[in-house]
């Protein structure tokens, strides 16, 4: 074949291509989810319908160092916490409880300008909760910055009044505010 008529060939292909447009009376150009319409079929000839689609995913990759994480800072492992916590926001990114679990290992590692980080990102993909406004203020606890904390504790306390540890960290504030240590 001719370089001419390769050319000629492939124009003519590229026509026929061009003309070629499926819409299934859509013309938005919106693309369809994973979600199945009423009535398709899998390529197995099985109908959708009872079939499990990627919405109704009980389990997501970040779980396990979630539960992982929790167990190291029960365990006031707070370097291996944070690891994991860490790895955890890399599987899942919008995962806001790894965030705030990462936030508070970098709180009890001294590394607040990392906490802070979190805590902000934490809060886009929380809102404002009760955990996440406890946490803050123990974060602000642990610097010294007691007006911060009292004023986050109050807010927690607002929005969940029978919290045992929202309560408690309050008395923590009060007594730290009484009995001051120096050394």
Wanted: charged share 20%; net charge neutral.
């Amino acid at each position: 074949m001719t370089k001419p008529l390769r050319l000629a060939a492939a124009g003519v292909l590229l026509v026929m291509l061009a003309g070629c447009q499926s819409t299934d009376g859509d013309s938005t150009g919106v693309v369809r989810t994973n979600e199945p319409a009423k009535g398709d079929y899998t390529a197995f000839g099985d109908a959708f319908d009872g079939l499990k689609t990627v919405s109704d995913v009980d389990y997501y990759a970040s779980d396990q160092a979630v539960t992982e994480a929790k167990t190291q800072f029960r365990s006031e492992n707070y370097g291996n916490a944070g690891a994991l916590f860490y790895k955890a926001t890399r599987l899942a990114p919008n995962d806001g409880v790894a965030w705030l679990g990462l936030a508070a290992s970098c709180d009890r590692i001294r590394r607040f300008d990392l906490a802070d980080l979190a805590y902000g990102r934490a809060y886009r993909l929380l809102g404002a909760t009760p955990e996440y406004y406890n946490n803050v203020g123990y974060s602000y606890l642990l610097r010294g910055k007691l007006q911060e904390a009292r004023a986050n504790f109050l807010k927690a306390y607002e929005l969940a009044p029978n919290d045992p540890t929202v309560a408690n960290n309050l008395k923590l504030l009060s007594s730290s505010v009484r009995n001051i240590e120096r050394s």
